[in-house]
């Protein structure tokens, strides 16, 4: 059966990206269908990303909390503490359920219809849709956006099997906390599990191919955050890969080789975690037959307003290039609704887009690296001021590594406009908004110095490395 009504927009995939963009268009004035085949809506965010990982995230540093800092803030716990891992796993379906259905709710508000299938672009203006429930729909549709997000990156010589071999998915849902665990990749994937794995007890080894772990950060940002956690005794073999895999009487047993050849190992784990990166995910959705453009890296090929190659079909989020993030995700979402709707020019600026990393302590980043800005010529003054002379950050202190890390400020040389922002200290993630809006607004790091902070707050800390770039900061 055809559905009824043509549509203004279809979008399929109800990640952050396509969800939000579906509201907008509603909200905006148009008829709009959403086309979602995995039976939930929010996408690998909600359901199998953000949402779970950070629940895990905070669950287990209030674990590490209670068992290591609590007596040093005068609280006994004479029981001892101890982890109900299937009650942490309930919580976190919990915060997942809650927010998927949540987003049920604005599809009904704003009048967005919601289709439960797989969505493939059919003829010209049409959208081909195999139901969950059964049977098939077709849509006619005046514009359409892909919004299928991105899948595990496969890593030949380590295949999942989602059990003792586990992708992120898989690491969220283990049953039991291995003794020894192996991640490969020192990336963002690798060390949030890592750490939440870590805290909940397993000896955790990280394999990294670089000599280097969260390539892209800043560098000096990136070995205060190794430091940190090595502090934390998380293991590391930077500058290695692996070779080959193989499943022994219950184990894991990895074969490496330092990257650049040479010396070889065997490495035992009871859980691999393999996180070396994810891929577009553009399968079944009829994209050569209807002539979309693909990039060399398999990303769907859009210009500046999220066009692709075929009229009236757009593509946002992981599908494109960028950062694979859920707010970068969901700022395109908005905006491609908006050029769709006919209303405002908006464009992204990547520049402005944020990264940040929840582990203990977090990692947040904003605007050009140290090292590009050296790439690029640019002159540039540089301003930082460590948490340890931070009022707040002391006074909170947990298990002493609330106070470590630092804020890092970098600035044109010549005009004081602020470039870049790395944070690796508590909170990073909420204090980088701070930069994000002074480099979306051109602001200077004497306009963040002059602006008058909270005391006692961690966002001291931002305040004092931007008087850092131009003078000196007053506590450090
Ligand atoms: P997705 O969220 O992947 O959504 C695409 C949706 O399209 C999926 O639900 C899929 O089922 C559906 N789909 C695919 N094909 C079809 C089809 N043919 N028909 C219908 N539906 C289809 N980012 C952050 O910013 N912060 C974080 O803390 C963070 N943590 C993460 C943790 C993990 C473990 C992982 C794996 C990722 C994390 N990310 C995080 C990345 C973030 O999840 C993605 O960048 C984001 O989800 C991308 O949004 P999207 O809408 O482009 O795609
Ligand atoms: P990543 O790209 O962040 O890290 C992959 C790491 O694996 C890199 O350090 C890379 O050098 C290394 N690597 C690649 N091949 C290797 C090999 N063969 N052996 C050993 N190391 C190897 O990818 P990750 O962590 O899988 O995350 C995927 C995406 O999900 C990221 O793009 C990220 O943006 C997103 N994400 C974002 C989060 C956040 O915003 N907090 C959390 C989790 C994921």
């Known amino acids: 059966f055809a559905s009824a009504a043509p549509q203004d927009l279809v979008i399929i995939g109800g990640g952050p990206g396509g969800y939000a963009a579906a509201i907008k268009a509603a909200q905006l004035g148009l008829k709009v269908t959403c086309v979602e085949k995995r039976g939930a809506l929010g996408g690998t965010c909600l359901n199998v990303g953000c949402i779970p990982s950070k629940a895990l995230l905070h669950s287990s540093h209030l674990f590490e909390e209670a068992k290591n800092s609590f007596g040093k803030h005068g609280i006994d716990i004479n029981g001892g503490v101890d982890i109900n891992l299937p009650a942490m796993m309930k919580h976190k379906m919990d915060s997942v359920n809650g927010l998927t259905k949540g987003i049920e709710g604005l599809f009904k508000k704003n009048k967005v219809t919601y289709v439960r299938g797989a969505g493939k672009l059919g003829g010209p203006g049409e959208v081909a849709v195999e139901l969950i429930d059964g049977g098939q729909d077709k849509i006619q549709a005046k514009n359409i956006m892909i919004a299928t997000g991105s899948e595990v990156a496969k890593l030949p010589p380590v295949p999942v099997d989602e059990e003792v071999i586990v992708s992120s998915t898989g690491a969220l849902k283990l049953d039991k906390v291995p003794e020894k665990m192996i991640v490969i990749g020192g990336g963002v994937i690798g060390l949030e599990m890592g750490s939440v794995w870590r805290r909940l007890g397993s000896q955790v080894t990280v394999v990294e191919f670089l000599d280097r772990i969260v390539p892209g950060v800043d560098k000096e940002i990136a070995d205060s955050f190794f430091r940190i956690l090595k502090k934390q005794k998380m293991k590391f073999k930077l500058g290695t890969k692996v070779v080959a895999s193989r499943k022994e009487g219950g184990k894991v047993l990895l074969d490496i080789e330092a990257s650049k050849g040479g010396k070889a190992d065997t490495l035992e784990a009871d859980v691999v975690l393999v996180a070396t990166g994810r891929r577009p995910f553009t399968h079944g959705l009829g994209l050569e037959e209807a002539g979309v453009k693909m990039d060399k890296m398999g990303r769907i090929d859009v210009?500046?307003?999220?066009?692709?190659?075929?009229?009236?079909?757009?593509?946002?989020?992981?599908?494109?290039?960028?950062?694979?993030?859920?707010?970068?995700?969901?700022?395109?979402?908005?905006?491609?609704?908006?050029?769709?709707?006919?209303?405002?020019?908006?464009?992204?600026?990547?520049?402005?887009?944020?990264?940040?990393?929840?582990?203990?302590?977090?990692?947040?980043?904003?605007?050009?690296?140290?090292?590009?800005l050296k790439e690029d010529g640019v002159e540039y003054s540089k301003g930082t001021f460590p948490f340890m002379a931070n009022s707040r950050a002391r006074t909170n202190d947990v298990g002493g590594d609330f106070a470590q890390g630092m804020v890092k400020v970098l600035a044109d040389k010549k005009t004081d406009k602020l470039l870049g922002m790395h944070i690796v200290g508590p909170n990073a993630g909420e204090l980088i908004a701070e930069g994000v809006l002074a480099i979306e607004y051109g602001a200077s790091t004497e306009d963040i110095a002059r602006t008058c902070h909270a005391h006692p707050t961690l966002s001291e800390a931002t305040r004092e490395a931007a008087m850092a770039t131009h003078g000196k900061p007053i506590h450090f």
């Open 303 to 372: 210009d500046d307003s999220f066009r692709t190659s075929v009229p009236n079909v757009y593509a946002i989020g992981d599908v494109i290039k960028g950062p694979m993030l859920a707010h970068k995700a969901e700022d395109e979402g908005l905006i491609c609704a908006e050029i769709i709707a006919g209303v405002g020019t908006g464009h992204l600026d990547y520049n402005c887009v944020p990264g940040v990393i929840y582990t203990h302590p977090e990692v947040a980043t904003v605007g050009k690296t140290e090292e590009e």
